[in-house]
């Protein structure tokens, strides 16, 4: 396939306004790891934040990652280890404080599953770890209880203009150490030199062997821009500022209207051939689900036929050594189901409605059943596929239909 990785910012681009995947983007993101393209989250968040996301991705099944604190962390799904890491000396902080409090603003850090903060009543202060599922402790000698390195520190402010004069001044004064920008108009990030999204997913395509035209990036801020030039293929959401839609190659619909979704069918799911389904990856993926703990695998996929096989032992025979029925069904369902995934359009969905089968014969503990699924009506609601079930020696066990119902995504 053209792309391997998918870069996707959190706010404003994965999530809508209520700050939720919506089903239609969630479900595209499901079809498009189990296409081989690994997901990365990028996302200014602290990694306590981007976690469950990651975890209602499945991130961790299809070897995603997670770059948090935008870009001191690289994050493996799979098991919440560290391969990269970026920190702040906690020398830096008495001077961070003092200007914060000449400037009048707060200021707070990240520290594991809290914020500490100069001033927990702060509302923005309140709705990031609201956001991020914190707690805030209120430390009134902020410096002096930062023991430890962070990976950012941020200042806060209703006094934009005060904001940006000290972003001025620190870009000068502090060259070289860190680097600073603001996130958002209430807040002024500092992070380690060098730091933003684009340089760590830089260190990410590294690791992984991958480069940056293989390499999809989504994003709507000031933030995201660096990494929609890196990307191979940059993309901008509908209601990103100007500013970022320039910097983009191509610009999809809103948060609110399923921008990423959208521009996932189009650039991933609309290229994807049967001939080019990663069979080993859905096989090693599966074993997470229902497929692994049966022992089905995959063995063949094209447009219009899917194989694959299953063990008969205890984990699919009766009590007295004989291939189960509802293995059976669920071996059937298993095949039509990616069979009519391969089939139904970037935009839609596949839901099984109806499976009934005729056992014809037996198969023993200790012999493989091979699946034949061909599909005999493919219209524009609905997929009939029949499969026929057979042992080690070609006989036919059973012939069994299932129905699949193709909806629209939502």
């Known amino acids: 396939m053209k792309y391997k990785l998918l870069v996707l910012d959190v706010d404003g681009t994965l999530l809508n306004n209520e700050c939720q995947i919506s089903k239609r983007t969630l479900s595209a993101l499901l079809k498009v790891q189990q296409t081989g393209v690994r997901i990365v989250l990028a996302s200014g968040r602290p990694t306590y934040g981007i976690i469950p996301l990651a975890k209602a991705l499945e991130l961790g099944n299809y070897g995603g990652f997670v770059i948090s604190y935008n870009g001191c962390q690289i994050i493996k799904a799979e098991n919440g280890?560290?391969?990269?890491?970026?920190?702040?000396n906690p020398e830096l902080i008495p001077y961070l404080e003092k200007k914060a409090r000449k400037n009048s603003f707060d200021i707070f850090t990240y520290h594991d599953d809290t914020i500490l903060s100069s001033n927990p009543d702060n509302p923005h202060i309140q709705q990031e770890a609201k956001l991020n599922n914190l707690k805030i402790i209120r430390e009134e000698e902020f410096s002096t209880a930062i023991d430890f390195s962070p990976c950012k520190v941020m200042l806060v402010s209703d006094d934009y203009e005060a904001l940006a004069g000290l972003e001025n001044h620190w870009k000068k004064r502090l060259a070289g150490t860190l680097d600073v920008?603001?996130?958002e108009p209430f807040y002024l990030e500092a992070v380690p030199c060098g730091i933003d999204k684009a340089n760590t997913m830089g260190v990410l395509l590294d690791m992984l062997g991958i480069s940056r035209e293989e390499t999809i990036a989504i994003g709507d801020g000031v933030a995201d821009v660096t990494m929609l030039q890196t990307a191979g293929l940059g993309i901008a959401m509908g209601?990103?500022?100007d500013s970022v839609k320039v910097c983009a190659d191509y610009v999809t619909a809103s948060n609110e209207e399923d921008g990423v979704?959208?521009?996932v069918e189009k650039a991933i799911l609309s290229e994807v051939h049967a001939s080019e389904i990663p069979l080993d990856l859905l096989n090693e993926r599966g074993k997470y689900a229902l497929m692994g703990n049966l022992g089905i695998q995959y063995t063949y996929a094209s447009e219009d036929r899917i194989e694959a096989t299953m063990p008969v032992d205890q984990r699919t025979r009766q009590p007295f050594g004989i291939l189960h029925g509802g293995a059976t069904l669920a071996l059937?369902?298993?095949?039509?189901?990616?069979?009519?995934m391969i089939t139904c359009k970037p935009d839609?969905?596949?839901v099984?409605?109806?499976?009934s089968g005729n056992h014809i014969s037996s198969a023993h503990e200790g012999d493989t059943v091979r699946a034949v699924g061909t599909i005999v009506h493919k219209g524009r609601s609905s997929h009939v596929w029949n499969v026929d079930?057979?042992?080690s020696t070609n006989k036919l066990v059973s012939s069994i239909r299932v129905v699949n119902s193709i909806m629209k995504k939502k």
Not at 81 to 88: A, G, K, L, N, Q
Not at 332 to 340: C, D, P, Q, R
Not at 352 to 355: E, K
Request: hydrophobic fraction near 55%; aromatic fraction near 8%.
């Open 239 to 241: 209601h990103a500022p």
């Open 181 to 183: 920008f603001p996130s």
């Open 332 to 340: 059937a369902e298993t095949v039509a189901g990616l069979g009519s």
């Open 81 to 88: 280890e560290i391969v990269f890491e970026r920190r702040i």
């Open 348 to 350: 839609e969905i596949v």
């Open 352 to 355: 099984g409605m109806q499976v």
């Open 389 to 391: 079930v057979f042992t």
């Open 261 to 263: 979704a959208l521009a």
